[in-house]
């Protein structure tokens, strides 16, 4: 039998190798966490704290970081002089395309790199709360990043941001992407209820029974006849998994406050599937879903003096 080669890694140490397969990367087969792991280590971005994050869409991977991370990656080859502010074309409430220069020093002298973002290529048909509130900081930090892979190939080749990932499909690769979900946790009251057995039901499908439990959660949580507030409070949901903004984390406290009664129906719920879950999901897989319900039964709870 063939010795098992171990992977060395500059910036990551074998204890994080096991914290980033069982926390970050769920889900990822062998090669995929091989390639994520590379990419984290080379672009030396921090997969533990959020700086980097392994996605899997229509059973496709894909590595994605924030717009802070491109321009971290950038700055630290030296080269990287900065970048214009977006130069917006439409007069509408919402830009038809952001174009961002990037300068970087090539052979001792300052070269500039152009890239444009459209908006009819990056709006997303779904989860587009931010883009309706901040149209042109969205549309402003996607023209950057092309315009910093355009520049800075060799350090960013492959990675996308979670702006341009918005509106991506199950095909995945831009203009989209969906971040990993890493919920905080801290609320006692649903880990009374739900304990996490020491034997997982591993399977290919596993990926898709999380999708479809944390979609359970997330509606009895949104629960709501009015079906605009309903979709309105899915949506913050989702940018809480994804950037966790202050903004978002405000609106789901005063939506729990205001719709205390949800508060029963959620842990109904989360009882009445527990077992199912546990069943369908991997070890992994059911104590980061876990994490989740607590985050949300924490909102019902919140105070406005709590969000952060």
Known sequence: MAKQEVMKYENISPDQVDLIKSQIAVGATDNELKLFLHVADKSGLDALSKQIYFIKRGGKMTIQTAIDGFRTIADRTGQYVGSNDPVFVGNGKFPEKA?????????????????????SEYYPDKNSFMWDKMPHTMLGKCAEALALRKAFPAHL?????????????????????VKNINPKGGSKQLEEILVVP??????????KAYQVAEKELDEAF??????????????????????ETPESMEVL?????????NQAKFQDIAREKNKKWQSELSKDGYSQLREWMVTLNNFFTLTQEEVV
């Open 99 to 119: 174009t961002v220069t990037v300068s970087k020093v090539v052979q001792g002298v300052v070269g500039e790199f152009t890239a444009s973002a459209r908006w």
């Open 157 to 177: 080749s492959g990675l996308y941001t979670g702006d341009e990932m918005d509106q991506a499909g199950d095909e995945g690769i831009p203009s989209g992407n």
């Open 198 to 207: 020491e034997n997982k039901v591993n399977s290919d499908d596993t990926d």
């Open 222 to 243: 949104a629960f709501c006849t009015d079906k605009d507030i309903h979709d309105n409070i899915i949506n913050h949901l989702n940018d809480v998994k994804y950037d």
């Open 253 to 261: 406290s005063n939506f729990a406050t205001s719709h205390p009664e």
